[in-house]
């Protein structure tokens, strides 16, 4: 069997990049675009599946993509069966799934098929921590209704996949932390490292996309002299809005020049208070007129905003603290450097501590909004120390962070896909089976019950 021949289904979360059309990019299609990517590239026959972001279920828009692609149900069981079906029908080598609800649905999807030995090897992608996630999303909304929900997607996963990835190397620890939790350091793994490190990928390929010729009205109206600060991508739980307020305001006070750019907003569906708040702040400021709110834009439209950033200004990251960034990691940082634009954020993830580290970004302490405004006011005051920390940054990410080098891991584990070597043995804590083919009841409550009859008999 040639490569092209072995088949290789990919499933995850869109929409996926294609050409111009997408306004909306987020962390999950950006994953499994570029996972799609390199598989492909590698010379595999790619079978990509996607499920929308957002409830409409509408297919992704643009230019198609040079291997199969089809649309996934928003329904999980509904999402399983269909995994389950083109597993038994196309016979693939294996099935990579990226994102929790479609991890989910892997799993589930890997018990149904019949018979057992006929199921293709699970590769799970985890980008991000799940649970530091969900903490972040119940402080947004002041319950913790979700963490019950959260594990009914993480544990079904974590029995069911044969090797993980992870976006950082503390994930990677905690990972195997839950691993073990879940009996999976067990006598046949020992010695098996079931954990991959794989970072984010930025969300264009070879070269970044050209701006488009005429400027965004927003840029139109900035000053050659305007000092930019963009901001792009969705306003996620861990945004630190009011550090983020507060310190460009400071930092407007004391430099005329500065300007508040920002692209992208609200995550409509997951977390839409977080960017509702900063809006609000803004609103109450007498610097008001020099936020400006461009929205969601093109791939094109925003290399524009890149173009500007980099010729006089710079990007912003501003975390809360939070585990969640400690685990995580910052896509939009990686667009950021391949673009030249000065890079400032809190130094909280690896990605970012790194950059710390090589004096590539300008940090500040989280939930500080003086060291932020003292750190934007250095870049605008010192322009051209900006753009000489910017190259360096590019010229580390494009030496350090090549993604045809990063994704080695799961290319190399597609020459010769095997399922892991606890696979099929029976897990003296729990079932694995059942708990994959019981979604509905909740997996943490048989869990505990079969705990308390075994090791906590009072």
């Not at 940090?363 to 010192?382: H, S, V, Y």
Request: charged residues 25%; proline residues 6%; hydrophobic residues 40%.
């Amino acid at each position: 069997m040639n490569g092209a021949d072995k088949k290789v289904i990919v499933v995850g979360v869109g929409p996926v990049p294609r050409g111009g059309a997408l306004t909306k990019v987020y962390a999950p299609g950006l994953r499994l675009f570029a996972f799609s990517q390199y598989i492909h590239e590698a010379g595999f026959r790619v079978i990509m599946g996607e499920r929308m972001f957002e409830s409409e279920h509408k297919e992704s828009t643009g230019e198609p993509l040079p291997w199969e692609t089809r649309l996934l149900s928003f329904d999980g069981d509904e999402c399983a069966d269909a995994i389950a079906e083109w597993a038994q029908r196309e016979k693939p080598i294996a099935i990579v799934s990226t994102t929790d609800v479609i991890n989910r649905a892997a799993a589930r999807a890997k018990v149904q098929i019949e018979p057992k030995s006929a199921a293709p090897p699970l590769w799970l992608d985890i980008n991000g921590h799940p649970m530091a996630e969900r903490q972040e999303l119940s402080r947004v909304h002041s319950s913790d209704a979700g963490l019950i929900e959260q594990w009914k997607y993480l544990i079904p996963a974590l029995l069911a996949g044969d090797h993980f990835s992870v976006c950082s190397t503390p994930q990677k620890y905690a990972l195997i932390g839950e691993l073990g939790a879940l009996g999976r350091l067990n006598q046949w793994t020992s010695g098996c490292d079931l954990v991959s490190v794989i970072p984010p990928a930025p969300v264009f390929h070879e070269q970044p996309p050209a701006a488009n010729t005429k400027p965004p009205e927003i840029i139109s109206q900035l000053n050659e002299t305007d000092f930019m600060l963009l901001w792009t991508g969705g306003f996620n739980t861990w945004v630190d809005e009011k550090t983020l307020f507060e310190g460009v305001e400071k930092a407007m006070k004391q430099n005329a020049s500065i300007q508040f750019v920002l692209t992208g907003g609200a995550i409509q569906g997951h977390d839409e208070r977080t960017f509702k708040k900063f809006k609000a702040r803004v609103e109450t400021s007498p610097f008001k007129e020099r936020f400006r709110f461009a929205g969601w834009v093109s791939l094109e439209d925003l290399a524009a905003y890149y173009k500007r950033a980099e010729k006089k200004g710079a990007a912003i990251n501003c975390d809360l603290f939070s585990y969640e960034a400690l685990l995580g990691c910052r896509n939009r940082l990686f667009s950021w450097a391949r673009f030249g634009v000065p890079i400032i954020t809190t130094a909280l993830s690896e990605i970012t501590c790194l950059l710390a580290e090589r004096n590539l970004a300008q940090t500040f302490p989280a939930e500080n909004a003086d060291a932020l405004a003292n750190a934007l006011l250095k870049l605008a005051g010192e322009p051209e120390a900006g753009r000489n920390m910017a190259t360096r940054a590019k010229k580390f990410f494009d030496e350090e962070y090549q993604y045809k080098i990063l994704t080695t891991p799961l290319i190399e584990w597609l020459q010769n896909p095997q399922p892991a070597p606890d696979s099929g043995r029976r897990n003296e804590l729990y079932d694995a089976q059942e708990a994959l083919l019981a979604p509905r009841e909740s997996c943490l409550k048989r869990i505990f019950q079969r705990l308390k009859k075994t090791i906590m008999p009072f």
